[in-house]
């Protein structure tokens, strides 16, 4: 009775374990979209029903994908996480490292009302 009760801790244990590397059901995109998530800060705005997110290096960033809860927060300071889009990977004429070109919005944090990070139009 002990083994068996001592069997049946293990089996839980391990499926345990497996559950935390198993993906996320009902997510969207591939599995290596986790992975591959990015952060960026920056001061959102909006134009033409098109959202962008400038960085604290002044880079602007498009944002797509779901996008619903960020017109509340447009001149706010916001974290972004997301997905680069694949066509935004493309590499910059100086060749140095770039922030992406577009994002598709995983989720959104509220940092400030006010924009902090350069690059706010005026």
Do not use: F
């Not at 059901?25 to 909006?46: E, K, M, N, P």
């Not at 779901?66 to 493309?90: C, F, Q, R, W, Y």
């Amino acid at each position: 009775m002990r083994q068996l009760l001592l069997l049946s801790v293990l089996l839980l244990g391990v499926s345990w374990a497996v559950a935390q590397d198993a993906p996320a059901t009902g997510q969207t995109g591939s599995q290596q979209a986790s992975a591959s998530q990015t952060t960026v800060v920056g001061c959102l705005s909006s134009s033409a029903g098109k959202y962008m997110l400038t960085d604290k290096q002044g880079n602007s960033i498009q944002l797509t994908g779901d996008t619903a809860k960020l017109a509340d927060h447009v001149g706010h300071e916001v974290k972004i996480t997301g997905v680069p889009n694949s066509d935004s990977a493309a590499p910059s004429s100086t060749g140095a490292a770039s922030a992406p070109q577009s994002i598709e919005v995983t989720s959104m944090k509220h940092i400030s009302k006010t924009c902090k990070s350069g690059g706010m139009a005026h």
